[in-house]
């Protein structure tokens, strides 16, 4: 399979009403884009449907992965404003107990290797319902976290943690350390992938950190995106991947230095990044060029390296539905646990409606009552499953798979099983 670019070596150039509203680089300005995965048309991943909602009009934009080949940045197009999903959001962090529990963790390890204390001060950027810094008022060090969604940003205030409701930019933050101080250490996790204004959101946060401060970073990787199939993570609201490569380049555009870089399990794999300021004389880690020899051997710092990628995905696909139909064929029942944002694009990718899924089941109850974009599927509060008793649930949240493993062992008393579709089909049983 070869890689086409936007201008490709035939003269052939893709129609501009595929592209959306750049055809070129967001970080480096290259208009040399390379498709790396196309996923057809999807409605954005969080708007879930009431059901009023179900006979009218339902927009869908292009889902298409592109690397650029000069600075190696994977992206999707900016075809969705971050306000048009973030002022009031459907995710709660806090609902998953494996993520409270490792944000405390991090907060813990992070106070100890910087030795922050009572006279510190930590900025969350995305900060959600409070899930991190909740651990940090805890410990009696100050903080403010900066989460543009009104709903969720309530939720953190109820529970004791200083929120101020903004996107952040240079503009914003600015404001923020003018009135409060620079931080000693700024947070963005699961958040650096979100801003399709990347230059802006990193100058941002080099504005919020003292001079001898630091960033830490959490975003999925896109070595593992890759290596294991996770294609049901590649969505509107993640509107670049990163490999250490592209992150250390987007991070010096904004004024700040890699120095390491951690490898974590989150959400399938992801990378925790350390930056400080230019100038703050601290010395680069081996693990950084640990990680960047690990990409480079896995062909990600060529375009030519994403070449077997679709590939892949076309048989996960394959694989799921084959299942789903001979359950069907035999008269099994399936149904969902989560309602995800990577559940959605991997339901619409593979073309999956409540014929095949019944209904799926989520722990927020903001999504008891509605319907999965695109695909109409119901969403039911968890105590459904037990009153059912399918013969599968499929586990849309996989990468929480010993969390949920445990949740639900009680399937096993009736003999149903668990499926989880990445990065290979799989059937479990479980409490038995």
Same mark, same amino acid.
């Given at each position: 399979?070869?890689?086409?670019s936007?201008?490709?070596?035939?003269?052939?150039?893709?129609?501009?009403?595929?592209?959306?509203?750049? /055809?070129?680089?967001?970080?480096?300005?290259?208009?040399?884009?390379?498709?790396? #995965?196309?996923?057809?048309a999807?409605?954005?991943?969080?708007?879930?449907?009431?059901?009023?909602?179900?006979?009218?009009?339902?927009? /869908?934009?292009?889902?298409?992965?592109?690397?650029?080949?000069?600075?190696?940045?994977? $992206?999707?197009?900016?075809?969705? &404003?971050?306000?048009?999903?973030?002022?009031?959001?459907?995710?709660? =962090? =806090?609902? @998953?107990?494996?993520?409270?529990?490792?944000?405390?963790?991090?907060?813990?390890?992070?106070?100890?290797?910087?030795?922050?204390?009572?006279?510190?001060?930590?900025?969350? %950027?995305?900060?959600?319902?409070?899930?991190?810094? !909740?651990?940090?008022? *805890?410990?009696?060090?100050?903080?403010?976290?900066?989460?543009?969604?009104?709903?969720?940003?309530?939720?953190?205030?109820?529970?004791?943690?200083?929120?101020?409701?903004?996107?952040?930019?240079?503009?914003?933050?600015?404001r923020?350390?003018? !009135?409060h101080?620079? *931080?000693?250490?700024?947070?963005?996790?699961?958040?650096?992938?979100?801003?399709?204004?990347? #230059?802006?959101?990193?100058?941002?946060?080099?504005?919020?950190?003292?001079?001898?401060? +630091?960033? @830490?970073?959490? %975003?999925?990787?896109?070595?593992?995106?890759?290596?294991?199939? !996770?294609?049901?993570?590649?969505y509107?609201?993640?509107?670049?991947?990163?490999?250490?490569?592209s992150?250390?380049r987007?991070?010096?555009?904004?004024?700040?230095?890699?120095?390491?870089?951690?490898?974590?399990?989150?959400?399938?794999g @992801?990378?925790?990044? +350390?930056?400080?300021?230019?100038?703050?004389?601290?010395?680069?880690?081996?693990?950084?060029?640990?990680? #960047?020899?690990?990409?480079?051997?896995?062909?990600?710092?060529?375009?030519?390296?994403?070449?077997?990628?679709?590939?892949?995905? $076309?048989?996960?696909?394959?694989?799921?539905?084959?299942?789903?139909?001979?359950?069907? &064929?035999?008269? &099994?029942?399936?149904?969902?646990?989560?309602?995800?944002?990577?559940?959605?694009?991997?339901?619409?990718?593979?073309?999956v409606?409540?014929?095949?899924?019944?209904?799926?089941?989520?722990?927020?109850?903001?999504?008891?009552?509605?319907?999965?974009?695109?695909?109409?599927?119901?969403?039911?509060?968890?105590?459904?499953i037990?009153?059912? &008793?399918?013969?599968?649930?499929?586990?849309?949240? +996989?990468?929480?798979?010993?969390?949920?493993?445990?949740?639900?062992?009680?399937?096993?008393?009736?003999?149903?099983? #668990?499926?989880?579709p990445?990065?290979?089909?799989?059937?479990?049983?479980?409490?038995?």
């Open positions: 399979m070869s890689i086409t936007l201008s490709s070596s035939t003269g052939v150039t893709e129609p501009l009403s595929r592209l959306g509203s750049s /055809t070129s680089c967001r970080l480096c300005g290259a208009r040399e884009l390379h498709s790396v #995965l196309d996923l057809g999807s409605p954005p991943c969080e708007l879930f449907l009431t059901e009023a909602q179900l006979d009218e009009p339902e927009p /869908t934009f292009p889902l298409h992965l592109r690397v650029c080949g000069q600075c190696l940045l994977a $992206q999707l197009p900016p075809l969705i &404003k971050p306000e048009e999903t973030f002022t009031e959001y459907a995710y709660f =962090s =806090s609902f @998953s107990t494996s993520w409270v529990e490792h944000a405390r963790r991090f907060v813990e390890s992070a106070t100890a290797r910087l030795g922050l204390d009572a006279g510190s001060f930590v900025v969350e %950027v995305a900060s959600n319902d409070g899930y991190l810094l !909740q651990h940090v008022v *805890a410990a009696g060090i100050r903080c403010l976290g900066i989460e543009p969604s009104v709903n969720v940003g309530d939720a953190a205030r109820e529970k004791g943690v200083p929120t101020v409701t903004e996107f952040l930019g240079p503009d914003t933050a600015s923020i350390r003018a !009135q101080g620079a *931080a000693d250490l700024v947070v963005a996790n699961n958040v650096y992938a979100h801003i399709p204004d990347v #230059l802006g959101f990193t100058h941002g946060l080099r504005e919020l950190v003292a001079d001898d401060g +630091w960033v @830490s970073i959490e %975003v999925q990787h896109l070595l593992t995106l890759i290596q294991q199939t !996770q294609y049901d993570t590649i509107h609201e993640h509107f670049q991947y990163y490999t250490v490569a992150a250390q987007a991070l010096a555009a904004g004024g700040l230095e890699l120095v390491d870089v951690e490898l974590v399990p989150t959400h399938g @992801s990378i925790r990044l +350390w930056a400080r300021p230019f100038g703050s004389g601290s010395a680069v880690t081996p693990a950084v060029a640990e990680v #960047l020899a690990a990409e480079s051997a896995a062909g990600l710092h060529e375009v030519d390296g994403y070449a077997r990628f679709t590939q892949d995905v $076309q048989r996960s696909r394959w694989e799921l539905l084959g299942f789903l139909v001979d359950a069907a &064929k035999q008269g &099994k029942t399936v149904v969902g646990y989560g309602a995800p944002g990577k559940g959605n694009t991997l339901l619409n990718y593979c073309g409606r409540p014929d095949l899924l019944g209904y799926t089941v989520d722990r927020n109850p903001y999504k008891h009552g509605r319907y999965t974009p695109g695909t109409r599927i119901p969403i039911l509060p968890v105590e459904r037990a009153v059912d &008793k399918p013969d599968y649930v499929l586990v849309l949240p +996989w990468n929480l798979r010993e969390e949920l493993t445990a949740q639900l062992s009680y399937v096993g008393e009736w003999g149903g099983r #668990l499926v989880f990445v990065p290979t089909l799989e059937i479990v049983e479980v409490g038995r």
